[in-house]
């Protein structure tokens, strides 16, 4: 069974520092693209950041650019979102995606993603 498994989400003050992992069993995603996604109460699930299979290339929202920084380790099947310099309307939940069909595909919308996992919170506090 194909699982993706988040952790690292937590409360924190703005101006603090949060690092996600994104843990995948299953199946080794080292060839596929990644994503980071997150959604706050009331709104749609929105694009945070993706990253190629080999961690060479990256892209990100313009809401979190300079702040955060997505990165793997195909050994360990891991991804991880590094998020700096938090503020309140980064509260919502996290989720990292696989898209499977692509190596490096810059995929921005949920549709181009096919695994996903359960998500975690992150809360930051003014």
């Known amino acids: 069974q194909v699982q993706?498994?988040?952790?690292?989400?937590?409360?924190?003050?703005?101006?603090?520092s949060l690092r996600l992992s994104c843990a995948a069993s299953g199946r080794t995603f080292s060839s596929d693209t990644m994503g980071w996604f997150r959604q706050a109460p009331g709104r749609e699930r929105e694009f945070v950041a993706t990253i190629n299979w080999s961690g060479k290339s990256t892209y990100y929202a313009d809401s979190v650019k300079g702040r955060f920084t997505i990165s793997r380790d195909n050994a360990k099947n891991t991804v991880y979102l590094q998020?700096?310099?938090l503020k309140p309307e980064d509260t919502a939940v996290y989720y990292c995606a696989a898209d499977i069909h692509a190596?490096?595909?810059r995929a921005l919308s949920l549709e181009e993603y096919d695994y996903w996992g359960q998500g975690t919170q992150v809360t930051v506090s003014s």
């Open 83 to 85: 998020m700096n310099t």
């Open 4 to 16: 993706l498994v988040e952790s690292g989400g937590g409360l924190v003050q703005a101006g603090g």
């Open 103 to 105: 190596a490096w595909s």
